[in-house]
């Protein structure tokens, strides 16, 4: 690029930026002219229209775009519904259908009870703070960084080598034989389900904990005065009590687990059967050639996530009712 061409590209920017400045004034000024109550509708307008712009920009038209390309192939001609038939067909994608589906039952599960049982445990104990810290840690992680500390701990090695995976090395220790566990199939996927269970636990540990909490100690009280044992009281008030807040951690871990793509694309890379819907989206449209079959299962992904969003707002309404 020239002196010429660069003075030429800086010119029609700041011609650019001069004219939107403009505008932007022109606005103020016949805003600031109107009666109040048109004033106050172009207030809102202004305040919202950003956000609405980026919105359909960021999100609706993507979306649009994504529905349109899953009717075609490679080449670019229509096939209808031909994608999605084949993302129910396939053996490939039916593996990561299943295993999404493993995910997603076993994930919030295993992180709600596990950051639950915690949370009960040590609420009103004595260095309280740091124990809900030690756990909450995990959450400062990115997901690539925890499956690399993971794979660490799965790392396999022959049995004349000396092991550097924690798991490994206390079999060894055992008198038994070192074990391929990322290549174990169908554990290995139960193994990637850890990973992000030993992240989320933290999440559900700090909201159960303050709804904990939240929950009115005159209803504890009046429970205890009632005869009723620890468990009776956590099963009968405190469950009640923080049930809201179990829908919220529950419903947030599901949706995260979804559309899990890191941990598998780090650990396994979706081969020996742990690919999820996630990580074979971005295979077909990115490594295989394939936009449409991988625009088809974001789709899926989508319609999989929609009912949770749903039951969730509604829960939320409901709560909302009441009080």
């Not at 039952?105 to 260095?127: M, N, Q």
């Not at 499956?147 to 995976?165: C, D, L």
Request: overall charge positive; aromatic content about 12%; proline content about 4%.
């Amino acid at each position: 690029m020239t002196t010429a061409d660069l003075l030429n590209k800086i010119e029609q920017v700041v011609i650019a930026l001069a004219a939107f400045a403009a505008v932007i004034g022109l606005l103020l000024f016949l805003i600031d002219r109107a009666p109040k109550k048109r004033k106050d509708v172009f207030q809102l307008i202004g305040f919202v229209a950003p956000a609405f712009i980026l919105l359909i920009i960021g999100l609706v038209y993507p979306a649009i775009r994504t529905a349109i390309q899953s009717l075609y192939d490679a080449r670019g001609n229509f096939i209808g519904f031909d994608n999605f038939v084949w993302a129910f067909t396939q053996p490939d994608s039916l593996v990561s259908l299943r295993n999404t589906i493993i995910w997603v039952i076993l994930t919030p599960l295993a992180s709600t009870a596990i950051g639950l049982a915690y949370a009960v445990f040590i609420d009103k104990s004595r260095g309280e703070k740091y124990f809900k810290a030690l756990v909450f840690m995990p959450m400062a992680i990115s997901f690539v960084g925890a499956s690399i500390i993971w794979k660490f701990v799965y790392e396999y090695r022959p049995t004349s080598a000396n092991q550097i995976g924690i798991l490994n090395q206390v079999v060894v220790w055992l008198g038994g034989e070192p074990v391929q566990w990322l290549q174990a199939v169908p554990a290995n996927t139960v193994f990637l389900v850890i990973v992000m269970v030993w992240i989320q636990t933290g999440f559900a540990m700090v909201v159960l904990s303050a709804a904990i909490k939240g929950v009115p100690t005159e209803i504890v009280e009046a429970a205890q005065l009632d005869g009723t044992n620890a468990w009776q009281r956590f099963l009968h008030v405190t469950i009640p009590g923080i049930q809201g807040s179990l829908v919220v951690v529950v419903t947030t871990i599901s949706i995260a687990t979804l559309k899990v793509f890191d941990i598998v694309r780090t650990m396994t890379g979706g081969n020996f059967d742990t690919s999820v819907l996630a990580n074979e989206m971005y295979t077909q449209a990115f490594r295989a050639g394939e936009p449409g079959r991988g625009s088809a299962l974001a789709l899926i992904l989508f319609v999989l996530v929609l009912p949770i969003v749903i039951y969730n707002v509604r829960v939320l309404r409901k709560q909302r009712e009441i009080r």
